[in-house]
C-alpha cells in the first residue's frame, strides 16, 4: 500500500508547472469554446424558428438521456439565445400511456447535447420535438446535427444534416 502512494507521487511529480498551465488553458478554452459553439448554434436555430413557444432541457443531451445540468450562466445565454425558457423535459412532455397520449405544453421543445470540438470545427446534436397536433402522431421528433467552423476567429454554422425524424 506505502508502495503505490510512493510510485503515485513520483508520477505526479512528472508533470511540470507548464504541463499543467498549458492544461488549464486548453480546459478554459474548451468551455469558452462550448459556451459559444452552443450561443451560435442557439441563434441559428432561433432564428428558423416559426413560433414562440419555446422551451429547451437546461441539462446535456446524452443519447436518449439526460445529464449534467448547466451551469446558471450557460442557461441563460442559451435561454436568451433561444428565447426560450429552460425546462427539463417531464416539465413539458406529458404522456398517458401510450405515445399517441403525450402532449408538449410548448409548441416546441429543444435539448441540446455537448459539441465534439477540435480546433478549427465542431458538430453539435441537436434534438427537437414539435406539437404536430396530429392525433396519431401528436409529437413530432428530429435530430439534427449542426457542423461549426471557426471562421475568421469566430464559431459560425457551416451547416445543418437531419439524421433522425420520428
Not at 36 to 56: G, N
Not at 83 to 89: F, G, K, L
Request: charged share 20%; hydrophobic share 45%.
Amino acid at each position: 500500500m506505502m508502495h503505490q502512494g510512493v510510485a503515485a507521487l513520483r508520477a505526479l511529480k512528472l508533470l511540470t508547472l507548464a504541463q499543467v498551465f498549458a492544461t488549464s488553458a486548453i480546459i478554459a478554452q474548451t468551455r469558452a469554446d462550448t459556451l459559444e459553439i452552443e450561443r451560435v448554434v442557439a441563434q441559428a436555430l432561433h432564428d428558423s424558428l416559426k413560433t414562440s413557444s419555446v422551451a429547451f432541457d437546461s441539462r446535456v443531451l446524452a443519447g436518449n438521456r439526460f445529464g449534467d445540468e448547466r451551469p446558471v450562466a450557460h442557461v441563460e445565454g442559451l435561454a436568451k439565445a433561444l428565447h426560450a425558457r429552460p425546462a427539463h423535459e417531464s416539465d413539458v412532455l406529458a404522456c398517458a400511456g401510450n405515445p399517441g397520449s403525450c402532449q408538449l405544453s410548448v409548441d416546441l421543445f429543444v435539448a441540446l447535447a455537448r459539441p465534439r470540438i477540435s480546433r478549427t470545427a465542431a458538430m453539435l446534436l441537436v434534438r427537437i420535438r414539435v406539437a404536430s397536433h396530429a392525433e396519431r402522431v401528436p409529437i413530432y421528433s428530429r435530430d439534427d446535427v449542426y457542423s461549426v467552423g471557426k471562421i475568421g476567429g469566430k464559431w459560425k454554422v457551416t451547416d445543418i444534416h437531419t439524421i433522425r425524424t420520428t
